[in-house]
């Protein structure tokens, strides 16, 4: 087969898994497929990540080993949810469920259905801040001017996030709202 010159190690290794899959040599691709995306996941490349553990899941389920294909199938729709591509998490799910379901595991099949339809939780807020910081917050909101500097809304302190101690963000206009310097006495 003709190969481009120089090419990546990984992308040879990968064509090579492929070959394996259709050729049914399973075994044999299980844990090509899994070095890669476990390699890719390493290095963030998400998607990859995600379509080399179904590349695996594959094979698990073609082994006789479908809660361990279930499991790398989960894997991979946390990996397509990180990767920004939350819409393929559906589609993923519902092609490994159709598998698992003719291979008669219903209940495997309704879980990474179940799975696709839970909403993933909401990202995390900013930091909570500590009473130390809060106290000191409160302190330095005395500071800040009377109107964002941006949209001039009013500054109200309990209506502001605080995204550090002392700093809010508008709620109108979303701009930064520092205090203003202390005045030093002379
Ligand atoms: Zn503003």
Redesign the pocket.
């Known amino acids: 087969m003709r190969m481009p010159p120089r090419a990546p190690r990984a992308r040879i290794a990968l064509m090579r898994a492929e070959q394996l899959l259709r050729a049914g040599q399973y075994a044999e691709a299980l844990p090509i497929f899994t070095t890669l995306a476990r390699e890719a996941e390493e290095r963030g490349l998400y998607e990859p990540a995600a379509d080399g553990f179904l590349q695996a899941a594959r094979c698990l389920l073609e082994l006789g080993r479908p809660r361990e294909a279930a499991d790398e199938t989960l894997h991979a729709m946390s990996l397509l949810a990180l990767a920004g591509r939350p819409d393929r998490i559906r589609s993923v799910a519902q092609r490994a469920a159709a598998l698992l379901g003719e291979r008669g595991y219903p209940e495997l099949a309704a879980r990474l259905v179940q799975e696709a339809e839970t909403p993933p939780e909401a990202p995390a807020g900013p930091p909570r801040l500590t009473e130390r910081q809060y106290l000191r917050a409160a302190a330095l909101a005395a500071r800040l001017p009377d109107r964002?500097p941006?949209?001039g809304?009013p500054v109200i302190p309990s209506e502001l996030k605080w995204v550090s101690p002392g700093v809010g963000q508008?709620a109108?206009?979303g701009?930064i709202i520092k205090p203003t310097l202390p005045r030093t006495a002379h």
Do not use: E, I, K
């Open positions: 964002c941006s949209c809304a508008c109108y206009c701009s």
